[in-house]
């Protein structure tokens, strides 16, 4: 699957910099993240829980970062294995742009499965990767003006709001399962705004990467936890990305590790 979009953010780099390295703010608007824990000086491990319907999955895991450019562009890559389920992997190159008093997101990513997951559909996949790609701006936008931080000297924030585009292919007509962050968990521990920021990376990768992994688990109802719209996620990673993006953070930050999936 390859998939490429642009999105505008109502704020400046500096303030969309401070909200993404924001733990608050970021379990607000990335689905069902639950813990972010640094394992390493440039380790970091995360936890997701997600429910669609009647399904729960669990995950956990780390990212790969690459081809770093503060605060140009960089890569972000990472698979898994789902046993009989078929594999996935993939990776996404994204880019930032100043535009007047907002920020341009740019994304290209190209993604490969297999198994019982290629069955889903490429149409399907994709639509469903924008559905929840167009939820997830709205949200962060909405937390930007609520708490005053996309505000430019005397303009009020709701005229920021008001500026928020998107080029974007239009959201699609969303798919029949129904979607569900599970609650977020307890608040984790902070090493600095930087530390935050790659975390939540993390954990929205690990999201998507077990879900086209179809590493899910079926409850009692029988209903097979492969729903097209974990692939959202997908999406979801590269906004995070965001705020590793701005973190300038000195060197190249290289993260490899495996991915575990604890069942529900």
Not at 202 to 231: C, H, K, M
């Amino acid at each position: 699957m390859d998939m490429s979009g642009e999105q505008r953010i109502p704020a400046p780099r500096e303030v969309v910099w401070r909200a993404l390295n924001d733990p608050e703010i970021l379990k607000l608007c990335i689905p069902g993240c639950q813990e972010l824990v640094k394992s390493s000086d440039t380790q970091m491990s995360a936890k997701v829980v997600l429910k669609v319907g009647p399904v729960s999955a669990r995950f956990e895991g780390t990212v790969t970062l690459s081809d770093l450019d503060p605060p140009n562009s960089y890569r972000i890559s990472g698979e898994g294995q789902g046993g009989m389920a078929g594999f996935a992997k993939g990776e996404a190159m994204v880019r930032l742009e100043v535009d007047g008093e907002g920020t341009i997101l740019r994304y290209e990513v190209e993604a490969q499965v297999g198994g019982k997951l290629a069955q889903l559909g490429a149409r399907l996949i994709d639509a469903t990767a924008k559905q929840m790609s167009g939820a997830f701006f709205k949200r962060f936008a909405q937390e930007i003006v609520a708490r005053g931080d996309g505000r430019q000297g005397d303009a009020p924030a709701s005229s920021a709001m008001s500026r928020m585009v998107s080029s974007a292919t239009p959201p699609a007509t969303p798919s029949q399962g129904a979607f569900s962050a599970a609650p977020p968990g307890p608040q984790a521990s902070s090493g600095g705004m930087r530390l935050a920021s790659l975390c939540v990376v993390a954990a929205s990768l690990v999201a998507s990467a077990y879900f086209l992994s179809g590493s899910l688990v079926s409850e009692p109802s029988g209903r097979i936890g492969t729903s097209p719209d974990f692939v959202g996620a997908v999406i979801l990673i590269l906004t995070a990305s965001l705020g590793y993006l701005f973190g300038r953070l000195q060197g190249v930050v290289t993260t490899v590790v495996t991915i575990r999936h604890e069942p529900g």
